[in-house]
């Protein structure tokens, strides 16, 4: 960084948007998804003044071995995702979701870096719980809410929070956004600020900071190039390779067909019979869907190249299917849903068909939602999933992290057993 751009930096200000239409996408994009452009039908290419240390290839199938964590595509992250939520009312101060997000700006209004918050008044829709940090600080007198939270609404799924552009120093980026996030909290009265499903790296810069560190867990599939679906049954212990061979059989043998649904060929129709699917789930598992009808529309309508349903179908009539979201490297299944219930067919939809499309498309890994030890028979393995934490009230702050580091490593040896126990062959 030249003199003069340092000197800019020192004149930085951070700016606090009310919402997603306080920034425009260009902007937000340039630093959360940097070397990434959207073109017309939500297609993605690489942006030429970007210089990076990858070359962007045509088609999905056709990627280099390694995409870098800063320049990796998530679309979750995306001013087009972060947007919907907003414009359909998912995530407002109505549904307890106020948007706060931070936007770094240098002295002459170039975007330097930017971070999704939201000050929030419960603790839904987050997958990482404190619900017990907030009854015992309301029992010893606190006020836990609101609270601020860093992460991407109804979202599970591991991505960068703090948004440094390439054209500065990271380390000084993630700085200013950490204590940007602290200032909010002090300004709007929030007891904490939580950083959810964030990078290691981020977790690592952060816990320097002071910020509490949190660990949990999730299943993950990654991709060892394999060829096919049977190639990555044969890196399986026979007895598992069998169950899946035989879950597999049985999940379609009642004349059930299975499509892919991507792009272009998304249609309206796809979308009211997916809705049916996931307001049924939502409603047995949390009593309300977080998402209504009018968000995967906008969704699709803007990300359409970056979305995958697998649909199924009986009889010429869809009766389940799976959302997932395609990034750089990554599949990431998101929501599932059916109007008929079939044995197998929720590990078919969500798991197996998201395998081949990985190895069909080049994807390094799925990440298939948060939770679920039942994956690991089905080749998912546990990985450590991270969040960071700042909490205003010092005796509340002591408790929390006493308990965290006692959480931390339980959550290590649970992933280490459960990784001593998976479905690959032995010295695989």
Not at 210 to 216: E, F, I, P, S, V
Not at 217 to 230: I, K, P, V
Request: aromatic share 12%; proline share 4%.
């Amino acid at each position: 960084m030249s003199e003069q751009e340092h000197a800019d930096e020192q004149a930085a200000t951070l700016r606090i948007l009310s919402g997603m239409e306080d920034v425009s996408a260009a902007d937000w994009n340039s630093v959360a998804n940097p070397g990434w452009l959207l073109g017309p039908g939500g297609r993605l290419t690489h942006d030429p003044t970007f210089e990076s240390d990858y070359q962007l290839l045509e088609s999905l199938s056709e990627r280099e071995e390694s995409v870098s964590e800063d320049t990796a595509f998530n679309p979750f992250i995306s001013h087009e995702f972060l947007s919907s939520l907003e414009e359909t009312s998912c995530a407002t101060g109505e549904t307890g979701w106020l948007p706060r997000h931070l936007l770094l700006q240098s002295a002459t209004g170039e975007i330097w870096g930017a971070a999704p918050a939201y000050l929030k008044n419960h603790s839904q829709g987050e997958y990482v719980f404190d619900h017990g940090w907030a009854d015992a600080f309301y029992r010893a007198g606190g006020e836990y809410y609101p609270k601020l939270q860093i992460s991407v609404p109804f979202t599970p799924a591991t991505g960068r929070r703090l948004f440094v552009s390439p054209r500065i120093d990271w380390q000084t980026g993630v700085q200013a956004l950490a204590s940007g996030l602290v200032q909010v909290c002090e300004r709007s009265g929030a007891s904490s600020a939580h950083i959810t499903f964030l990078t290691e790296r981020e977790w690592d810069a952060l816990g320097d900071m002071g910020y509490l560190q949190r660990t949990d867990q999730q299943f993950h599939w990654e991709n060892r190039d394999y060829e096919s679906f049977d190639a990555f049954l044969a890196d399986l212990a026979s007895r598992k390779r069998k169950a899946i061979k035989k879950e597999r059989r049985e999940a379609v043998s009642a004349g059930i067909e299975i499509e892919w649904v991507t792009g272009a060929d998304l249609t309206e129709a796809h979308w009211d019979a997916f809705y049916r699917f996931y307001q049924d789930t939502g409603s047995r598992k949390w009593g309300r869907p977080y998402l209504n009808r009018a968000f995967f529309s906008l969704v699709s309508e803007r990300l359409a190249e970056r979305i995958l349903l697998v649909m199924a179908k009986r009889e010429g009539r869809y009766i389940a299917g799976a959302l997932n979201f395609i990034g750089s490297d990554t599949l990431f299944g998101r929501n599932w849903g059916c109007t008929e219930h079939h044995p197998f067919l929720h590990f078919e939809l969500c798991y197996y068909q998201a395998i081949e499309f990985a190895i069909e498309t080049g994807l390094k890994r799925v990440e298939a939602g948060a939770q679920g030890a039942h994956k690991l028979a089905r080749g998912y393995l546990p990985v450590t999933t991270r969040s960071a934490h700042w909490i205003v009230h010092p005796g509340l702050r002591d408790a929390v992290a006493d308990y965290l580091e006692r959480e931390r490593e339980a959550v290590e040896r649970e992933n280490e057993a459960l990784t001593e126990h998976g479905p690959f062959r032995k010295g695989d």
